[in-house]
Every structure is written in structure tokens, then in C-alpha cells.
């Protein structure tokens, strides 16, 4: 990763401190929200380099936005979404993995990549939309 200045280890803290996926408006708007002085480009530059570093995960919202989270698990995964509070479950998907794997035999393909994200409502959001 670059340096570690002043303006990334903000970036880094609010990160840490959030619990669901943060877009890097968002995130550039909590850092500036704790009094920092930051430019979006180095809250951008911040992330892809995490990203890179594998210290992240990004994913893109509805709007093909990417997003950004530390996540607990550093081995792959995949995540259940809440697309009204943002609430984030990380899960196992046995399922995708083997169902990727064999569509790359099928086809003669090998080192299969590939990323899950499942959105839906939580039942808290989903309580709340039946009151």
C-alpha cells in the first residue's frame, strides 16, 4: 500500500468502524464529517489499493457503484445484502462454487473466478415496510 499519511489512516479508521459496505462518497463524507481534511481521489486511491491488497471487499450496488468493507473472513465468500439499512451477512455458498466450477469444466475453462452478491430486504426493513 502507499504511504500511510494522515488523510489515508482516516480513511482506514472510518472503514474499520463500519459494519456495512460504504460507497467512497459515503466514506469520503464520514471522514470529513470527524473533521479531516480529505479529497475523494485519495479516498478512491485508499481503496483500490486495499482492494488490491486484499484487505477489502468491493462490491457494486444497484447503481453499479462500487462498495466498500472489511470483512471478517479473508478466505472467499460471498454476501447478503440489505438494499434498505445496508445490513451485511457474510456466507458460505458451496453451491455457487461447485455450480462454477462445473460450468467451467463444461466448458474447458480452468482457474474459475467468480463473484456472488445476494440482495434482498432484512426482516428488520422488511417489519418496518408492514407497519
Known amino acids: 500500500m502507499q504511504r500511510m499519511t494522515r488523510q489515508r489512516a482516516a480513511v482506514v479508521e472510518v472503514l474499520a468502524d463500519s459494519e456495512e459496505f460504504r460507497t467512497a462518497q459515503e466514506l469520503h463524507d464520514m471522514v470529513r464529517g470527524q473533521g479531516h481534511s480529505v479529497g475523494l481521489a485519495t479516498v478512491y486511491r485508499t481503496m483500490q489499493a486495499m482492494v488490491s491488497a486484499g484487505e477489502v471487499d468491493v462490491l457494486r450496488n444497484a447503481e453499479g457503484e ?12 460471498h454476501h447478503l445484502l440489505c438494499r434498505d439499512c445496508g445490513r451485511t451477512e457474510e456466507i458460505d455458498a458451496a453451491l455457487v462454487e461447485q455450480w462454477a466450477e462445473s460450468v467451467g469444466r463444461a466448458h474447458r475453462f480452468s482457474n474459475i473466478e467468480h463473484t456472488a452478491e445476494l440482495f434482498g430486504t432484512c426482516a428488520d426493513c422488511a417489519a418496518d415496510e408492514d407497519s
Open 66 to 77: 462500487a462498495m466498500y468493507r472489511r470483512c471478517e473472513r479473508t478466505e472467499h465468500h
